[in-house]
């Protein structure tokens, strides 16, 4: 049963992914983490929160090189 926490969290999750376009990488990282051991016994709101976490990492890794390659890029053509 979840409580209120818990919708609350996956609420604010599920508005975050339509915000940002994540949704697809998010519900796959949660695929992969059905499959790995150590996220067997976690509740679902723990399993969320670690794969919007992993998410937004993954996603702000690759902000940071598109906007180095972009920065490159404007370079060269100068």
Avoid: C, P
Avoid at 9 to 14: A, G, K
Avoid at 38 to 48: A, F, S, T
Avoid at 58 to 69: E, I, L, P, Q, V
Wanted: charged residues 45%.
């Amino acid at each position: 049963m979840s409580t209120k926490q818990t919708e609350d969290l996956m609420y604010n999750i599920v508005m975050e992914l339509e915000e940002t376009g994540l949704k697809k990488q998010f519900y796959a990282q949660l695929d992969k983490m059905q499959t790995q051991s150590k996220h067997k016994h976690k509740e679902v709101g723990e399993r969320w929160e670690y794969a919007i976490r992993k998410i937004r990492t993954k996603h702000a890794k690759s902000d940071k090189r598109a906007t180095k390659k972009r920065r490159r890029n404007s370079k060269d053509e100068e």
